[in-house]
C-alpha cells in the first residue's frame, strides 16, 4: 500500500485536480489519499471568519463565494451521474459552515472551538469532491479517525487511538480502494469536539496513515519539483535535493523549509517508510527521496532555510558563566509547558547564555525562567533576562556539516561582510545543523549569501567545502 497526499496547491482548481485524477488512475497498488482543502481555502475561512466576529457583514458574499467555488469545482470534475449526489453531500457542510458564521456574528466573537469548526468545512468538501471524481474510491471520514488529545494548549494526535482506529477503517469487508480522506482535521478523544493538526497539517495525517498500514512509501505531491536548497520564494536558484536523509529533512522542516510540516517526519521515520516529494504539476519529474540512507561522501550542506517571528531569551550574570547548570533547568521549565528551544548560544566567557524560540511563546518563556531562578534573580547570580524580538534564525543543515571547511566562523564571516548582523551562533548544539539569528528582515539577505556560496560558487570561488 501507498499513501498519497495533495496539498492545497494540487487540488486548488479544476486542471490540478484533473492531474490528481491521472496520477491516482495510474496507480498500480492499493493507495489511501489524503487531500487538504481547495488552494487557499482555509486561508480564506479564517480571514472571513474575522470578519463575521468583527461585524464586517462581507462575510455574507464571501461565505457564498466560497460555496460557489466548491459547485463550480463539482461541476467541472465530477462526472454528470455523480455531479448531484455530491453537490448534495457538500451543501450541509455549506450551510453548517453559514450558520457558523452567521452564530460569531451574533457573538461578536471568535472562540478556537469554533474557528476549528469552521476550518474543518475546507477538507471535509474536498474530499467528497475528490473522491467522487475518481471512478471508484471509498470516502472515509477523518473526523471519526485522526483522534487529538491536549498537550498543554495544544491538539496533538493520540497516536494509538488513531492507529487503530485507521486500521479498522480500512480493514472493512465494503473498503475501495483508492481510499480518500481529508488531512488536517480531527476531533478530540474524550469530547469528540472537531480539532485539527495544525496549519500544513495535512502531511501529518498522511504520516499518520502511512505508519498505521506499514506503508511503503508516503508520496507528498504538491507544487515544485522537490524538496529544494532552500525557500524557491527567495532564492529562486535553489534546486532540487534528489536524497536526504530524515534527520536532514526534520531539521530543514522545523528551520521553516514549508514542504513538509514538520511533525510528519516521526511516524514514518519510526517505520523506516521514505518520503517521495513530487510535483502534481510535473509528475515525470524524479523529485526527493527521503530515507534513513546517510552517505559520508555527499557535500557537507544539503540545504539552507529560515524561521521568522523569533525571538532570543538571554540570561547574564555570573551563573550564565557555567551553561551546563544553567541548560538544564532552563529547558526543562521550558519543556514542562511544551515550549520548543530553537538554537542555543553559549557565551561563557560574557557571562551568556541565549537561546531562540518562537516570538509568540516569548512572554510564556519568560515568565516560567523567571519562576525557575527566582532564587537565583534574588542573590544576584543571574541578573539579567533579556528578551529580544523581531529576529530570525537560520538553519545551515546537513548530515556532514561538521565536515563544512571553517564551520560556522566561516560562514560567520561571509555574512557579517554582507552587512548582516548575527546576534547568536550555534556551531555545537546539534551534529547536523549550524544555526545564526540574524535581524528578521535580513534573514531573505542571509538565506541568499549562504546559498551562493554553499551551492552556486564554483570551488574557484572558494566554496566552503
Ligand atoms: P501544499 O499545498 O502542497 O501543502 P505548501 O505551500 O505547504 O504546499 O508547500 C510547498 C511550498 O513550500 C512550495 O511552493 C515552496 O514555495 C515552499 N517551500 C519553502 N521551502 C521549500 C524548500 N526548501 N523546498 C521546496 N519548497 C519549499
Ligand atoms: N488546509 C490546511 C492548511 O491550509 C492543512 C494543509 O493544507 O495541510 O493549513
Ligand atoms: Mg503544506
Known amino acids: 500500500m501507498i499513501v498519497l497526499k495533495f496539498g492545497g496547491t494540487s487540488v486548488g482548481t479544476a486542471e490540478s485536480l484533473a492531474n490528481v485524477k491521472k496520477i491516482v488512475e495510474g496507480l498500480d497498488r492499493e493507495a489511501v489519499v489524503v487531500v487538504s482543502a481547495l488552494g487557499g481555502l482555509t486561508d480564506r475561512l479564517i480571514a472571513t471568519a474575522r470578519m463575521a466576529a468583527d461585524g464586517d457583514m462581507n462575510y455574507i458574499p464571501e461565505c457564498e ?10 461541476r467541472a470534475v465530477v462526472p454528470e451521474e455523480r455531479c448531484e449526489m455530491t453537490c448534495s453531500a457538500i451543501s450541509p457542510i455549506l450551510h453548517e459552515l453559514r450558520r457558523l458564521y452567521d452564530g460569531v456574528n451574533l457573538i461578536a466573537d471568535l472562540p478556537e472551538k469554533t474557528l476549528a ?3 474543518s468545512t475546507g477538507e471535509r468538501m474536498s474530499s467528497v469532491i475528490v473522491a467522487a471524481m475518481l471512478p471508484q474510491a471509498t470516502h472515509l471520514d477523518s473526523l471519526s479517525i485522526i483522534r487529538t488529545e491536549k498537550w498543554f494548549e495544544k491538539d496533538i494526535a493520540a497516536t494509538d487511538l488513531t ?3 485507521i486500521r479498522e477503517a480500512l480493514a472493512k469487508d465494503d473498503v475501495i480502494f483508492p481510499v480518500v480522506m481529508g488531512g488536517f482535521i480531527s476531533s478530540d478523544k474524550n469530547t469528540s469536539e472537531i480539532t485539527n493538526l495544525g496549519r500544513g497539517g495535512s502531511d501529518y495525517t498522511a504520516a499518520l496513515v502511512a505508519a498505521a498500514m506499514d506503508a511503503e512509501v508516503l508520496q507528498i505531491w504538491t507544487d515544485v519539483d522537490g524538496f529544494l536548497t532552500c525557500d524557491p520564494r527567495i532564492v529562486p536558484q535553489a534546486r532540487v535535493i534528489d536524497t536526504m536523509s530524515f534527520v536532514e529533512s526534520m531539521d530543514l522542516c522545523t528551520f521553516g523549509a514549508k514542504v513538509i510540516y514538520p511533525p510528519t517526519i516521526y511516524p514514518v521515520f519510526h ?3 521514505p518520503i517521495r516529494i513530487l510535483n502534481t504539476h510535473r509528475p515525470e519529474a524524479p523529485g526527493t527521496f527521503i530515507s534513513d540512507s546517510h552517505s559520508a561522501s555527499r557535500p557537507p550542506v544539503t540545504g539552507v532555510s529560515a524561521l521568522r517571528d523569533e525571538a532570543l531569551v538571554t540570561l547574564r550574570g555570573k551563573m550564565a558563566a557555567d551553561p551546563a547548570a544553567i541548560s538544564t533547568r532552563c529547558f526543562n521549565a521550558l519543556a514542562r509547558k511544551g515550549l520548543a528551544v530553537h538554537l542555543v548560544a553559549r557565551t561563557p566567557e560574557v557571562n551568556a547564555f541565549s537561546f531562540a524560540i518562537a516570538t509568540p511563546d516569548s512572554p510564556a518563556a519568560i515568565r516560567l525562567l523567571k519562576e525557575e531562578f527566582a532564587p537565583e534573580l534574588v542573590d544576584g547570580l543571574l541578573e539579567v533576562l533579556e528578551l529580544q524580538s523581531g529576529l530570525a534564525t537560520i538553519a545551515v543543515v546537513g548530515d556532514n556539516v561538521k565536515s563544512l571547511q571553517g564551520g560556522a566562523q566561516r560562514l560567520r564571516t561571509l ?9 547568536a551562533l550555534s556551531d555545537h548544539a546539534s551534529e547536523t545543523a549550524l544555526s545564526f539569528v540574524v535581524e528578521g528582515d535580513e534573514s531573505p539577505q542571509a538565506l541568499r549569501v549562504l546559498h551562493r556560496a554553499l551551492f552556486e560558487a564554483s570551488p574557484a570561488d572558494g566554496e566552503p567545502g
Not at 557579517?416 to 548575527?422: F, S, V
Open 271 to 273: 517505520k523506516n517508510i
Open 65 to 74: 463565494a466560497m460555496a460557489r467555488r466548491h459547485y463550480d469545482i463539482i
Open 163 to 165: 492507529t487503530s482506529l
Open 415 to 423: 555574512l557579517e561582510a554582507d552587512g548582516i548582523t548575527i546576534h
Open 117 to 119: 469548526q469552521i476550518v
